[in-house]
DNA sequence: AACATGATCAACT
DNA sequence: GTTGATCATGTTT
């Protein structure tokens, strides 16, 4: 598929999203998130990812097991858990492995591809480079709810595509934000990437 | 009380 | 340009 000239891929399929939340964060670097809005399709390449693990992650939603607000991460591979945080900003995961073990995908920045105008809408008077940096304002540059939650990716109007090659260009760190279990090395993100959040100094930046 | 954040502001290099 | 402090805000445990 091509959107504004450039070529994204073919929509990932259903098994792809069976496999460890490890695998799958840095597996994602490079594909392509796109959602279909009444206004147009929005796309972005996603630059930079966190794993939440089942079992011994105590920062994962997970780690309690299943209550209300977790059920989606519960859900097999590919589902979308959407959660707010701090009373404001909503983050969205992207649900991995099978079905019943409580492992997920944080989406934390990405690379704006097309729908930038419906983006700018939403974070007015913004750079390109900032629309979708952060997990909080990736998810209101792609008015992500937890209306979201439970669809399923490829399914509905939130798709993954597979987007572009970055093998050899992901460097991995200890998650941000985070206070429990902050050993796990389970950040995935493009070094030196302008579309990347946290602080320049912990990510290599070039700029 | 804690929380997988972001905007703002003041102070610095 | 960068850094650290502060706070807004609602849901969950």
Redesign the pocket.
Known sequence: MRLNEIEIGAAVDRCFFLMPAEKLARSLIGKVLARQTPFGIIAAEIIEA?A?LDGIDE????F?GL????AP?FEEGGCI?V???????H?V?IVADAAGIGA???I?AARPIAGIDIMSVR?PG?EIR?LC????????AFSFTKEDNFKRVNSSDILIHEGFDRRGMISVSE??????STDLKLRFFMAGSKYI?G????NG?I?
């Open positions: 966190e939440y920062s994962s939603h997970s309690p209550t209300a607000r977790n991460m858990y959660y707010q945080i701090y009373g404001v900003h983050c995961n997920a995908v944080l934390r974070r913004k900032d940096k952060g997990p909080g304002n990736l998810a209101k998650r941000i934000g985070i206070t429990k959040s602080r320049p100094s912990l930046h700029q």
